[in-house]
């Protein structure tokens, strides 16, 4: 596309899913105290001026939706529980539509209490559910032999293994934090021979979520993320429009060196150069 096709069609744009994590705050590493980057509290109050929903979606699961949300308030977004997304928004639509009932959860209160209030069977890690139905990993910094043994147990038993994300690491204030279910669900993984399936991002249910969230089809979206892998990944191959930011994972040259087709339809210095382009 050229210059003018992208910002005519950045300008019909009718909804935006954000990244959170490098694209419009930066936390510490336990992902804790946000600060807003520069831009994005006036981007977000700018599409809200103009009636364009949007949805901020991080691939962590630390929080619920209302936490994160009430911890992203302390640093002046305006954002509600319904326009914040985790990994387990995502779990719960996905295991609805596969009629999981019984759920091993390996993780902190993020993880199992969206599952819990959804109303599945919630049992938590490292107590055993060798009946479950799923098991889904998520942060877990606690995690021990037990855990390991709790959901290796379950699918040997038969239940399917899911994780929120294979991410390796993502941005922080104080550079890149561990992704720490990836690595977990790799350790089940390495002893059932079973791989994780990712209800986060880059998934195309996460996509569908999002999009249903908003009321709006993918062609008509704008996923906005500084990770190559992630956000921008999941937007080209749903048909999204791609905005790849600087302030987090990637930067200007990473973002370039990807295959012709694999690269974000804009590349921007951060959400203040987006905000320009909105305008």
């Known amino acids: 596309m050229t210059d003018l096709h992208l910002q005519a069609r950045l300008q019909k744009i009718r909804g935006f899913v954000f990244d959170i994590d490098g694209t419009l705050a930066l936390a510490d590493k336990q992902l804790n105290g946000y600060q807003a980057l520069p831009g994005a509290l006036q981007t977000l109050a700018l599409l809200g001026e103009r009636g364009i929903p949007l949805v901020a979606f991080t691939n962590g699961s630390t929080k619920t939706p209302l936490q994160l949300s009430q911890a992203l308030a302390k640093t002046g977004f305006d954002l509600t529980p319904e326009q914040t997304l985790t990994p387990l928004s995502v779990a719960v639509a996905e295991f609805k539509r596969k009629r999981h009932q019984r759920v091993l959860a390996l993780g902190v209160e993020g993880v199992w209490r969206p599952l819990v209030e959804a109303g599945f069977d919630v049992v938590r890690s490292p107590a055993r559910a060798d009946d479950a139905d799923a098991v889904l990993v998520g942060w877990h ?139």
Not at 173 to 188: K, N, T, Y
Not at 232 to 261: I, Q, Y
Request: with cysteine; aromatic share 4%.
């Open 141 to 279: 910094p606690e995690f021990g032999l037990a855990d390991l043994e709790a959901a290796c147990r379950a699918v040997w038993a038969g239940a399917t293994l899911y994780t929120v994300s294979k991410a390796a690491t993502l941005a922080s204030r104080d550079g890149p934090a561990l992704g720490i279910s990836g690595a977990l669900s790799a350790a089940v993984t390495s002893v059932t021979g079973k791989r994780a399936l990712v209800v986060g991002k880059p998934s195309m249910t996460a996509l569908k979520v999002a999009c249903e969230r908003l009321g709006t089809p993918a062609d008509d979206v704008a996923v906005v993320g500084d990770d190559p892998t992630l956000e921008n990944a999941m937007a080209l191959r749903g048909g999204a429009f791609s905005v790849g930011v600087h302030t987090g994972l990637a930067g200007a040259k990473e973002f370039a060196a990807l295959p012709e087709g694999q690269r974000p339809h804009l590349s921007l210095p951060g959400i203040h150069a987006l905000l320009e382009l909105l305008r």
